[in-house]
């Protein structure tokens, strides 16, 4: 890899499974395994924007493999705007080659997260002010294909949605970073769950020394972060050096920055298993790497 690249999701695949891509402007895009470049272990791939016909500033922001397209799982999808929506994945079953939308979006609105679920997960969405709001999937009906979806999180003007979360309580305790360089990590349980569409609860205190929230992920003590500034600078960091503290506090510095520089992404980096060489008969390993 480039020293400016990472692994950020691993996951294995069928030959024949399909690939759901989307894009930043609430797009969604199929590629067949087979339809990507094969290459050996070392070999460093190809970007997406090379494989997908993107329009300028395009991002794809989520990769979901998908083996079968069964009607007991959904696509779950929330904007920056915190507008959410669920999707039978059973809708997303006939492909189109230059794409289809996913989410009818608003003005300068933007895909911000998007996972698959069981219809019976609690969703938690954070915004760029420190507020968490955590309720119940199926608070959201199932709605068709081209519909907008329904207001997930109430925000005040000026802030947006940054990361969306499935709580599991097996993935262990949310980590989040501001912009200035703090973060923590906080138990699940102290996050309530709440009616869908409030304004949420604290879940780490912004202020002028900490600034807006850019990031929050679920991650166990043996796990890894990595940081990302818009100077270009990546720092690797183990999750177990990052205090675990309450809600309602500012955190602790993760990253020395720079002279205005900030902190812009954070990331659960996934580790790679050199000493592993064996591969299922019909199966690639694929990872989709921060371009």
């Given at each position: 890899m480039k020293d400016e690249?990472?692994?950020e999701h691993l996951f294995i695949a069928n030959t024949h499974d399909t690939l759901l891509c989307f894009s930043s402007a609430g797009k969604v895009y199929w590629k067949k395994v087979y339809e990507l470049p094969q290459g050996g272990r070392a070999?460093?791939?190809?970007?997406?924007?090379?494989?997908?016909?993107?329009?300028d500033g395009e991002q794809i922001n989520a990769i979901l493999p998908v083996r079968e397209f069964d009607a007991d799982n959904y696509i779950f999808m929330v904007t920056a705007s915190g507008t959410v929506k669920k999707t039978p994945l059973e809708a997303y079953s006939r492909p189109r080659a230059n794409g289809i939308i996913a989410v009818d979006l608003k003005d300068d609105d933007q895909l911000v997260g998007v996972e698959l679920t069981d219809g019976q997960s609690d969703i938690m969405l954070f915004n760029s002010s420190g507020k968490v709001i955590r309720f119940a999937e199926t608070d959201v009906r199932s709605m068709?294909?081209?519909?907008?979806?329904?207001r997930g999180m109430r925000m005040p003007e000026g802030e947006k949605i940054i990361s969306l979360i499935i709580a599991n309580p097996e993935d262990?305790?949310?980590?989040?970073a501001t912009e200035f360089g703090f973060g923590k990590r906080t138990e699940l349980d102290q996050y309530r769950v709440q009616g869908r569409g409030g304004s949420g609860i604290i879940s780490i205190q912004t202020s002028e020394r900490n600034g807006n929230v850019v990031?929050?992920?679920q991650v166990r003590a043996e796990h890894q972060i990595m940081l990302i500034t818009d100077g270009g600078t990546l720092v690797r960091t183990p999750v177990k050096d990052v205090s675990l503290v309450g809600r309602n506090t500012q955190g602790v510095k993760l990253i020395n920055l720079t002279k205005n520089e900030k902190l812009v992404g954070l990331e659960r980096v996934l580790e790679e298993d050199d000493d592993s060489d064996s591969e299922a008969?019909?199966?690639d390993v694929l990872d989709s790497a921060e371009e």
């Open positions: 690249d990472f692994i070999a460093r791939g190809k970007p997406i924007v090379n494989l997908l016909p993107l329009e068709g294909r081209v519909s907008r979806g329904v262990g305790a949310i980590l989040t990031g929050a992920v008969d019909e199966t």
